[in-house]
Nanobody, 126 residues
Framework: QVQLVESGGGLVQAGGSLRLSCAASGRTFSSYTMGWFRRAPQKEREFVATISWDGGSVLYSDSVKGRFTISRDNAKNTMYLQMNSLKPEDTAVYYC???????????????????WGQGTQVTVSS
């Protein structure tokens, strides 16, 4: 059974930083593309960033490019999202997700991701 558990969310002032983690279990973590998505209050869930199974390819949404960095440690079965220069509009529940097919680039489309964590709240105050 695949499990994804996010952590690291919290309350931070605008301009501050947070690092989210996503711990995975139940499958060979190093074989799957992973992604971060978020859902802001009263908005639909949106793509944030994704990283290929070997870390060789990454993709960011325009809204976070240059401020957020996605990474993974396959030895620890963990993915990260380093968030710098946070803005109030980054306030959302952040979800990690895993693609269902091995060694395949998933991109930004939400429907490509088969497994999801429960989410971690990030709140950025102005």
């Amino acid at each position: 059974q695949v499990q994804l558990v996010e952590s690291g969310g919290g309350l931070v002032q605008a301009g501050g930083s947070l690092r989210l983690s996503c711990a995975a279990s139940g499958r060979t973590f190093s074989s799957y593309t992973m992604g971060w998505f978020r859902r802001a209050p009263q908005k639909e869930r949106e793509f944030v960033a994704t990283i290929s199974w070997d870390g060789g390819s990454v993709l960011y949404s325009d809204s976070v490019k240059g401020r957020f960095t996605i990474s993974r440690d396959n030895a620890k079965n963990t993915m990260y999202l380093q968030m710098n220069s946070l803005k109030p509009e980054d306030t959302a529940v952040y979800y990690c997700a895993s693609y269902h097919e091995m060694r395949t680039w998933a991109g930004s489309r939400e429907y490509n991701y088969a497994y999801w964590g429960q989410g971690t709240q990030v709140t950025v105050s102005s």
